[in-house]
């Protein structure tokens, strides 16, 4: 049976399960879930997941949501490196996959909420916000540079889960203009990613058609 992904082609979180799943190999069938027509918060999606997030796995009876829990049911079901080739390793990836839900991509996720999310519903943004979820960006930014320094990923010598929770927020850091360009290591960290895995540069492809049709479509300039 085929692992369903339900998820909007413009979320960034769909956007790190369908490269894990890409880099893994793994068969799998994409469930278009359009965000902006509040297909999320159906019925229907709302036995999948009750907070009305995307994505959401299905694997026969196994449902999960959360990018981060799917990518990690991913990788042990297909005995990946991508959670680590050695223990010491896959501790570390939990580590960094953490700090990284609790300390990163929130803040990215909320600039993109002000910034961009807003115009859709014609509020502007609270600039408040935008400076709190700054300086916590910065923050965040600071300590990735410094370990970034001298290393081509983030743990060890490979590319791990790790890379991709953190690599997120530049799904939309253009549209949002989070700081993340003061960081120069962290930069060509992600621009290595993108060079260097070809499932990452896909789906910046596919995130950014979409994000960037339906803010054409919304009469939205940036």
Not at 49 to 62: A, C, F, M
Not at 145 to 168: C, N, Y
Request: proline share 4%.
């Amino acid at each position: 049976m085929t692992i369903k992904i339900y998820g909007d082609p413009g979320s960034g979180s769909r956007r790190r399960v369908t490269s894990a799943a890409k880099i893994m190999g793994i068969d799998i069938e994409r469930v278009n879930v359009d965000l902006f027509k509040g297909e999320s918060h159906t019925p229907e999606f709302l036995k999948l997941n009750p907070h009305g997030l995307t994505p959401v796995l299905q694997d026969g009876d196994i449902v999960i949501w959360e990018a981060s829990a799917i990518n990690l049911y991913l990788a042990e079901k297909m005995n990946s490196d991508l959670l680590g080739r050695t223990q010491a390793e896959r501790f570390e990836v939990l580590q960094w996959m953490f700090w990284s839900g609790e300390q990163w991509r929130i803040f990215g996720t909320l600039t993109f909420d002000e910034r961009i999310g807003k115009r859709f519903m014609g509020q502007p943004e609270d600039e408040s916000i935008v400076q709190l979820a700054f300086a916590k960006i910065r923050a965040g930014a600071a300590v990735l540079d410094a370990h970034l320094a001298g290393r081509k990923f983030i743990v060890g010598d490979h590319l791990t889960l790790a890379d991709i929770d953190i690599a997120a927020p530049f799904s939309q850091s253009a549209r949002s203009k989070i700081p993340l360009s003061e960081f120069p290591n962290l930069v060509a960290w992600q621009q290595r990613l993108l060079d260097t895995v070809p499932a990452w540069a896909e789906t910046k492809r596919e995130v950014d058609e979409r994000i960037d049709t339906a803010l054409a479509g919304a009469g939205i300039a940036l």
